[in-house]
């Protein structure tokens, strides 16, 4: 059985090309974005994709679908991300990169292998490419709207209940991003010490 999501064999491929249709499941998802902060959303994505024979390269084509969430930057609510991306690919057997060899380490890309995937010349693995692709889709800070303004104190910060007035360090607590607020009251410990 395949630990792979997205695999294409080469030896079935020609000039001519040939059309594949893939589930982006959300487990997977999950999965390969573990360390980021967006995750699946939803139902599963789908990867439409027509890869073609070039001499011994694979060229890929096609598209990329899938729903994301992520916290928004400014007041942490959950915000959707819609991935649809149209993906191009040049896979190259492994033994043509000279630096895919892993016995040259210090080796120099040049311009034009630069956009060259690896494959084993049997099995093309589309994984990591989908995974690079979808986390280049992911804003570095994703907004639930452009014009959030961000976590905002509630009303009530900062006043006493009983009316009488709210102290220095209070008013200035009810303006400040309350995941700050410890910070905020490092410094103050700080700075009486220091008089």
């Not at 890929?60 to 969430?69: C, N």
């Not at 104190?153 to 410890?182: K, Q, V």
Request: charge should be negative.
């Amino acid at each position: 059985m395949s630990t792979h999501e997205f695999e294409i064999p080469a030896r079935e491929l020609d000039a001519a090309g040939k059309s594949f249709t893939f589930p982006v499941r959300a487990a997977w998802l999950r999965g390969i974005l573990e360390d980021n902060q967006a995750t699946a959303a939803g139902p599963d994505g789908v990867l439409e994709i027509r890869a073609s024979k070039s001499g011994t390269d694979v060229v890929v084509t096609g598209s990329l679908k899938a729903e994301l969430t992520s916290p928004c930057g400014r007041c942490l609510t959950p915000t959707d991300i819609h991935v649809a991306q149209q993906i191009t690919a040049l896979y190259v057997p492994a033994k043509e990169i000279k630096g895919s060899t892993g016995l040259d380490d210090e080796y120099e890309f040049a311009a034009e292998e630069a956009d060259m995937l690896p494959f084993d010349g049997d099995t093309v693995i589309l994984d990591e490419f989908v995974r690079d692709e979808l986390i280049l889709e992911i804003p570095m800070i994703p907004l639930c709207s452009e014009d959030c303004a961000g976590m905002s104190p509630s009303p009530d910060a900062g006043r006493d209940t009983s009316g009488a007035p709210s102290s220095a360090l209070e008013d200035e607590e009810a303006s400040i991003d309350p995941r700050l607020l410890p910070l905020l009251r490092l410094k103050k410990q700080t700075e009486r010490k220091k008089e």
